[in-house]
């Protein structure tokens, strides 16, 4: 399936959800911006709990709102749709998400305020469209949630690290940690979420980490040690399998007229070739 969801990220997914669902229960829902063919999507959904909502935001292939978006969606994604998206996604699970085919920035307005536990923020890559992405993931996170910003230090999107870090020096995102990808960061309490993660981590030898301090806070950086992806989700409907190659068709003999003179081509100098050919033409005359 199409998508970038390295091994340790969904590891660390993996982590927080379980966490939410089992160490410390926390009471919400899922939200994904941006969601491509749907990979990170499948696996968050495995995560939900009875009475829980996941609702997916992406254009797919509707019109971008602007010029530069639309740049953007022809230059990244020029083969996403959202048949596609739920194609994939009904091959793992039974039912869709709540799917908002638009804009992100009417996500604060179709989602309850408040409401969701975690939130993954990967569509636009755009400085503007991000700043809204996370002035939205605010509105409708719980006081607790974690919220993960996707691509938040990759060299081809400048936009998302700037409206990234400056949502951390000037407001109240406060990070949890950060992978090569992701960072990891909450609107609430960050130091909870930190302490039990390092703890964690200390007993783990396929992921390394460190401790930064970023804006007088600290800040958990962890990296791959070889770690291998959580159990994939079960696949509901296989796809069906491969036809078998159709036989080609016996090429019919060649003329015997034909035959001859593939090999003379082949086989004997030009200037033999034609005097052949002239003398067979003075025979049938």
Request: proline share 10%.
């Amino acid at each position: 399936m199409e998508g970038w969801f390295s091994a340790y990220d969904q590891v660390l997914f993996d982590w927080f959800l379980t966490r939410q669902n089992e160490a410390e229960p926390v009471a919400g829902d899922i939200l994904e911006l941006g969601a491509f063919m749907g990979k990170s999507a499948i696996f968050l959904a495995g995560y939900l709990r009875e009475g829980e909502a996941f609702t997916v935001c992406d254009l797919f292939d509707s019109p971008a709102p602007d010029d530069s978006n639309v740049q953007e969606v022809r230059g990244s994604y020029p083969t996403l749709t959202r048949r596609g998206f739920e194609t994939n996604y009904l091959a793992f699970h039974e039912a869709l998400p709540t799917v908002i085919q638009a804009p992100t920035s009417v996500v604060a307005d179709e989602v309850r305020p408040a409401s969701c536990r975690f939130v993954h923020v990967d569509a636009s890559h755009l400085h503007e469209h991000v700043v809204q992405d996370i002035a939205s993931s605010r509105i409708v996170a719980t006081p607790d949630a974690v919220v993960v910003f996707d691509d938040y230090r990759s060299a081809h999107c400048p936009g998302v690290a700037a409206a990234v870090w400056a949502a951390v020096a000037t407001g109240d995102l406060h990070p949890i940690a950060v992978s090569a990808s992701k960072l990891y960061a909450t609107w609430g309490d960050p130091a909870p979420w930190q302490e039990a993660l390092r703890t964690w981590l200390e007993g783990r030898s396929d992921l390394w980490h460190g401790v930064d301090v970023v804006h007088g806070k600290p800040l958990v950086r962890i990296g791959d040690e070889g770690v291998s992806a959580p159990p994939a989700p079960k696949l509901l409907h296989p796809p069906a399998p491969e036809p078998a190659p159709a036989r080609p068709a016996p090429k019919p003999a060649p003329r015997p007229g034909v035959r001859w003179r593939r090999l003379a081509k082949d086989l004997l100098p030009p200037v033999v070739t034609r005097a052949i050919v002239a003398r067979r033409r003075r025979a049938r005359a």
